[in-house]
């Protein structure tokens, strides 16, 4: 686990270092800022291939369609969804385009835990 944490903290730091590099933070109003920076992240994290049936389907195949929507994940479950979706967005694309699966796993999950820790 020590050496995906080390990995995860590099990917958070270059993703960061990307960001500045865009200087997104040059933006005046905040509204439009924080948008171009999630837009960002879902850039690099390929969500902007990803479309609604992909996640309705990865909620069904991870059963997460009947849960009650108070329930909370925990990390393997959430881990378990993405993968889905980034595997079955894979699947659709053509071999020219597919996207570094592991990768956008890593970056999303991370920015979801990094999001939502209470």
Not at 45 to 53: G, S
Not at 59 to 88: G, K
Not at 96 to 101: A, E, K, L, M, V
Request: net charge positive; proline share 3%; charged share 25%.
């Amino acid at each position: 686990d020590c050496g995906k944490r080390g990995g995860t903290m590099a990917e958070r730091r270059q993703l960061f270092a990307e960001m500045r590099a865009q200087d997104l933070d040059r933006i005046r109003l905040s509204t439009y800022r924080t948008a171009c920076k999630l837009r960002f992240v879902q850039k690099k994290c390929n969500l902007h291939l990803v479309d609604i049936w992909n996640v309705i389907e990865a909620l069904r195949e991870n059963s997460l369609n009947n849960l009650d929507p108070t329930i909370e994940l925990n990390v393997a479950r959430l881990e378990a969804v993405l993968s889905t979706i980034f595997y079955q967005l894979n699947k659709r694309m053509p071999t020219t385009h597919q996207i570094n699966i592991e990768q956008s796993i890593s970056l999303l999950l991370n920015f979801l835990l990094a999001a939502f820790d209470p």
